[in-house]
């Protein structure tokens, strides 16, 4: 057996993980993707998964489930795509959720939609590093459990790494980023998939018919949040495993400039950064050679190239302002309902920036993490997120009366959940908490 997968890992493609041996099974994959107001930068996002599952040869659909989106998406989605759409099977199925903005029931709902083995969840503003689907694939046929991959935060001033989250519950029911790999997962200087308590759910993973056993998210929680602690928390009770592949990587955009940045890093395509790489190498100094790599750019990018190129700055410095005007190019004109067709830029910013995306209140946040400790943990973890809740407003009688009514509604609309999970779980939170499975790394 290990020397088929010493094999296995031999006949690996370029950019084939190193840290999980190939199995040679290629399951059928479902990715659904929750979307509000998120094109043009789902495109990227579609396209990123595509190649990633072409380059390995699975077979996958496309799952988009739009949630009230007021900017076109689901029209704009079946008419670029429907080709797809017209497969049959489809490759690309379009789902509407209109019904209130709900970020964890439209993956619930795609996951039901989904026919395959494996059904990634993830949000409509992705890219993926090349390898990492892959990775987390193959590492759930040999592991099972629920996987993640380390994520990049793309926000507009920040760029951080993120390896899951170490636990904050008595502070807030959540955590706190994890931005390093721990020593204890290396092996010969090769980071390996490890166990975490719970991770971003930007892109998780798991096989279909376990996700749907355990019965998903909580479709009670409103909006946006809460969802990392419940569902990660709920697979460890079951008796379940949640890993993290942290030679992925999983490049998710928080903000405005953030989101552009997702769809350049994926329309603006491999060719394009080779070409901008090569014309700024330093090694390219015939002008006939710059001219003939200037002509496969857009026209419009020309002088920007030139411009850069005569500046005293680093090769980083002149790709990121590269990639950061990129989005102007790209902006294409689009037919609206109403048969008329404006430019993206004439638009407008804030219909493309401001309006995508979910947008929370402190009184949905409360409420999400209420529920998420009171059916993972019962009364007692209601009780602590409660008053700490209270502790900070408890002079403000009106605040202390709107919080009464989030938990009478906690405990109404989670009571069955709760009682799913009671009767579910091979150990209590308290229990999990003590024992901390995912501290072994002794069969990473």
Not at 231 to 241: A, N, Q, R, V
Not at 421 to 438: A, F, G, N, T, Y
């Amino acid at each position: 057996m290990e020397q088929k997968e010493e094999v296995c890992r031999a006949v690996q493609a370029p950019g084939a993980p190193s840290s999980i041996l190939d199995t040679g099974k290629r399951p059928k994959v479902s990715v659904v993707l929750g979307v509000r107001n998120e094109y043009p930068v789902i495109l990227g996002t579609i396209l990123s998964f595509v190649e990633e599952f072409e380059f390995w040869g699975y077979p996958y659909e496309i799952i988009v489930v739009d949630n009230m989106s007021t900017d076109s998406t689901t029209w704009i989605l079946k008419d670029k795509f429907r080709r797809w759409c017209r497969e049959k099977p489809p490759l690309l199925k379009v789902v509407e959720y209109n019904d209130g903005p709900a970020n964890v029931k439209v993956r619930n709902l795609g996951a039901r939609e989904a026919t395959g083995e494996v059904v990634f969840l993830g949000d409509g503003h992705l890219s993926i590093k090349t390898g990492t689907c892959h990775g987390m694939i193959q590492g759930w046929l040999r592991r099972g459990g629920l996987w993640h991959s380390a994520i990049n935060i793309w926000g507009d001033t920040t760029d951080i790494k993120c390896y899951g989250y170490d636990l904050k519950l008595e502070e807030r029911f959540w955590g706190n980023l994890c931005r390093g790999i721990p020593d204890q997962a290396f092996k010969d200087g090769v980071s390996m998939p490890y166990r975490v308590p719970m991770a971003s759910h930007c892109c998780l993973m798991a096989g279909r018919e376990e996700y749907l056993d355990v019965g998903g998210y909580n479709e009670s929680f409103r909006c946006y949040g809460g969802g990392e602690p419940y569902l990660d928390l709920k697979w460890w009770l079951f008796g379940k495993e949640v890993w993290i592949f942290s030679e992925g990587l999983v490049r998710h955009a928080f903000g405005v400039n953030a989101a552009w940045r997702t769809v350049d890093a994926t329309r603006m395509g491999r060719k394009h950064k080779e070409l901008l790489l090569k014309f700024f190498s330093g090694k390219v100094t015939d002008a006939e050679e710059k001219k003939t790599i200037l002509r496969q750019l857009p026209r419009s990018r020309h002088t920007k190239v030139m411009e850069l190129d005569q500046q005293d700055i680093s090769l980083n410095e002149k790709m990121a302002a590269c990639i950061d005007d990129w989005p102007r190019v790209i902006r294409s004109r689009v037919q609206c309902k109403d048969g008329t067709q404006r430019s993206e830029l004439e638009k407008g910013d804030e219909h493309l920036h401001y309006s995508r995306g979910y947008f929370w209140t402190n009184e949905q946040f409360q409420y999400n993490f209420m529920l998420s400790a009171f059916t993972i943990g019962g009364y007692k973890w209601l009780k602590q997120r409660y008053e700490q809740y209270f502790e900070g407003r408890k002079g403000n009688p009106r605040y202390v009366e709107e919080l009464q009514q989030l938990r009478k509604e906690v405990i109404k609309n989670g009571l069955e959940d709760r009682k799913f999970i009671e009767s579910r779980q091979v150990m209590s939170l308290d229990e999990l908490l003590v024992k901390k499975p995912w501290e072994n790394f002794s069969d990473i």
